[in-house]
């Protein structure tokens, strides 16, 4: 193969996302704040912008019930892993999408979450069957090689 056209089809395009929403930065920073109790953060695509869907300091239930099998979630979870502040991505998308929806969340996923680093990522790609607490939390502790997850 030319070495030009090996660029081509291996070069980094960029995901074409607007992250400049006013609300991104502050809610980035208050989950990443020690000193606030915020625990999880859901962020999703509107058009061409990445949004907050929900905040909140409820834990792992709290996080669960901002959910729903009618869109995509780039989820981020603020937990305590053998007594160190840990946090890990959560892809979760809704079983009633179309293939198309399904294949641009799966573009998108590289560039919503390189806003926050994370330890690890669960995938959650068949909505709410697959979606459980216990899915979660035994996802981080096959990650972490740890049974002391608090949230």
């Not at 006013?22 to 915020?38: G, K, N, W």
């Not at 979630?73 to 946090?87: K, Q």
């Not at 919503?112 to 959650?124: K, P, R, S, T, Y």
């Given at each position: 193969?030319?070495?030009?056209?090996?660029?081509?089809y291996?070069?980094?395009?960029?995901?074409?996302?607007?992250?400049?929403?006013?609300?991104?930065?502050?809610?980035?920073?208050?989950?990443?704040s020690?000193?606030?109790?915020?625990n999880?953060?859901?962020l999703?695509?509107?058009?061409?912008?990445?949004?907050?869907?929900g905040?909140g300091?409820?834990g792992?239930?709290?996080?669960?019930?901002?959910?729903?099998?009618?869109?995509?979630y780039?989820?981020?979870?603020?937990?305590s892993?053998?007594?160190?502040?840990?946090?890990f991505h959560?892809?979760?998308?809704?079983q009633?999408?179309?293939?198309?929806k399904?294949?641009?969340?799966s573009?998108y996923?590289?560039?919503?979450?390189a806003?926050?680093d994370?330890?690890?990522?669960?995938?959650?790609?068949?909505?709410?069957?697959?979606?459980?607490?216990?899915?979660?939390i035994?996802?981080?502790?096959?990650?972490?090689?740890?049974?002391?997850?608090?949230?």
């Amino acid at each position: 193969m030319d070495h030009t056209k090996k660029e081509l089809y291996t070069a980094k395009r960029p995901s074409g996302l607007d992250t400049t929403n006013e609300d991104l930065q502050p809610a980035i920073e208050q989950l990443r704040s020690d000193s606030d109790p915020t625990n999880w953060l859901i962020l999703k695509v509107k058009g061409t912008s990445v949004v907050v869907h929900g905040l909140g300091a409820g834990g792992l239930s709290e996080f669960s019930a901002a959910l729903d099998d009618e869109d995509v979630y780039y989820g981020v979870l603020r937990c305590s892993i053998d007594g160190h502040v840990r946090f890990f991505h959560v892809f979760f998308v809704g079983q009633h999408l179309s293939g198309v929806k399904k294949g641009k969340a799966s573009l998108y996923k590289s560039a919503v979450f390189a806003l926050v680093d994370a330890q690890g990522e669960i995938a959650c790609t068949s909505g709410t069957e697959e979606y459980s607490d216990s899915y979660i939390i035994s996802s981080i502790a096959r990650i972490t090689r740890s049974t002391n997850i608090a949230f």
